[in-house]
């Protein structure tokens, strides 16, 4: 069965470092989207991404924040600075456009 | 932002009988509710979803029902299996050009018992 994909499963970073979290989504998905979950609190919509744009971005995406898909087969979030505040699991999900989304395994990031 | 809620942050159901699990929305513009269960540092995982053109969708063990002028949203899981113990969000959307952004509630625990 088709599944989203991430790497790395945990980065460590230093304050003010710049991080790529990278993601696989589904083949045949033509919406794209990062959400992240900080501990203990709820999933949090970050971007969506369709026809190699932005479509939506919640005011946490700010911009130190930037999406890629340089290759048709990578989704990339890249955080420029990053802070302390940005330690968090970051999930990629991908949709075909009938309204389900899946999720990949995330990325735990940590900013020391 | 509370628009989607849940209000229960943990349930604990004997195995065999059944777990409801319950979410509130307050944004009208909802129009596509979907159920997730996740473990711990795992991403969700896709349950049940139902459009607002209906009040319920059935999945096996899983049942979603809609009721639109409450805006609540129920998943019923029967019967309940020791495997079902995780955590379970509710989400809700809509539709714009560019896709459905989710807006998730905060989960709610369940654990499952012997």
């Known amino acids: 069965e088709p599944e989203v994909t991430q790497t790395p499963s945990h980065q460590v970073t230093q304050m003010g470092q710049e991080v790529i979290l990278r993601c696989v989504p589904i083949?045949?998905?033509?919406?794209f989207y990062w959400y992240r979950q900080i501990l203990g609190q709820k999933v949090e919509f970050l971007v969506s991404f369709y026809n190699n744009e932005i479509s939506e971005k919640s005011e946490i995406f700010d911009d130190q924040f930037s999406v890629e898909r340089p290759d048709g087969s990578n989704f990339t979030l890249k955080i420029r600075s990053t802070k302390l505040e940005d330690s968090a699991m970051y999930f990629c999900?991908?949709?075909?456009?009938?309204?389900?989304?899946?999720f990949g395994p995330g990325t735990r990031l940590t900013v020391t | 932002d509370q628009q989607v809620k849940q209000n229960s942050p943990s349930l604990s159901v004997q195995e065999g009988r059944i777990s409801i699990l319950n979410c509130d929305y307050t944004?009208?513009?909802?129009?596509?509710f979907l159920w997730y269960k996740k473990y711990p540092a795992e991403g969700p995982t896709f349950l049940i979803s139902?459009?607002?053109?209906?009040d319920k969708n059935e999945d096996g063990r899983f049942t979603v029902f809609l009721n639109k002028s409450a805006k609540h949203l129920s998943l019923h899981i029967v019967p309940s299996q020791p495997g079902d113990s995780a955590v379970y969000f509710c989400a809700a959307s809509f539709f714009t050009g560019g896709g459905n952004k989710l807006t998730f509630g905060t989960g709610t625990q369940l654990k499952v018992e012997l």
């Open positions: 944004n009208s513009m909802f129009d596509y």
């Open positions: 999900a991908s949709g075909s456009g009938t309204g389900e989304q899946y």
């Open positions: 139902i459009s607002s053109i209906k």
């Open positions: 083949s045949n998905h033509l919406y």
